[in-house]
């Protein structure tokens, strides 16, 4: 069984990944996979479909749903957890972390709602929000353990809780940022990010062999994906982005907004 948090960036997908992940292993259902983009998902095609039909649960956080899994849709073993979240919160959010241009700003909004789509053309998905997550974790963790079919008792939620907590995962990123294999990952990915070494890695070795690398230098905890500036300094009510490209996320995206309960009472 194959279980994919397949949720929006900025948006709780790491949080809801988490979740499901100790639910899974706190019930001695299954374990966490990890982080898949879309070339490792292509890189491990087969393995991630023989996990659709293998009796233990495996659980992964993507923000892709390429072709094969979308054609894996009906399959009872797959199933799909998507989180998202008012996409004015989403700009705010990604230009704080990443500033880029307008135009690629749009983009990854697009190519975020096209993963929204393919998610809601699978039989087993379930879509939470990320207000929910985020206000009340106890009722999204019932929300999930009932979807994928998982009886949680009292200590079991509990131990969820804690291990998910704001402290916990304060606690978490510390580990990171004192991590010197973690510190290491981040120099050796910096490097990456301004020369540009894995596109060469990529035509000098099998697709298969490049993910792998990949994923041993992605600078994250393996475990909970927690990296060292994860978690936001400050609250994404303190910051914006301005008004002007506020107003074009609201009239571009209006149907998709009003569809899913962000309502604008601003145009």
Known sequence: ???????????GSTLQYNLTRETVEASGRGRGEGYFDAYDLEAYHRKVESWICDDVIHVLKSHDLPKFIVDQSKN??????????????????????????ENQLFKDIDDALEVYLAATRCQNVIMQKFDDLMHDKKRAVQEIANFIGIALHKDLTDRIMHTTSPEASQLNVGVANASKTLAMKRFLYGVNSRVRIMPLIKKVLPHYLSARLRRALYPNDAKTLMHSKHI????????????????????????????????????
């Open 232 to 267: 936001s300094d400050k609250s994404h009510t303190e910051f914006d982005i301005n008004a002007l490209l506020i107003k074009k996320i609201s009239i571009k995206y209006a149907s998709w907004q009003k569809e899913n309960g962000y309502v604008d009472f601003t145009l």
């Open 1 to 11: 069984m194959l279980v994919i948090c397949s949720g929006m960036m900025r948006s």
């Open 76 to 101: 009872p073993g797959l199933f799909i957890i998507y989180v998202h979240r008012d996409l004015r919160d989403v700009a705010r959010s990604l230009m704080r972390k990443f500033p880029k241009a």
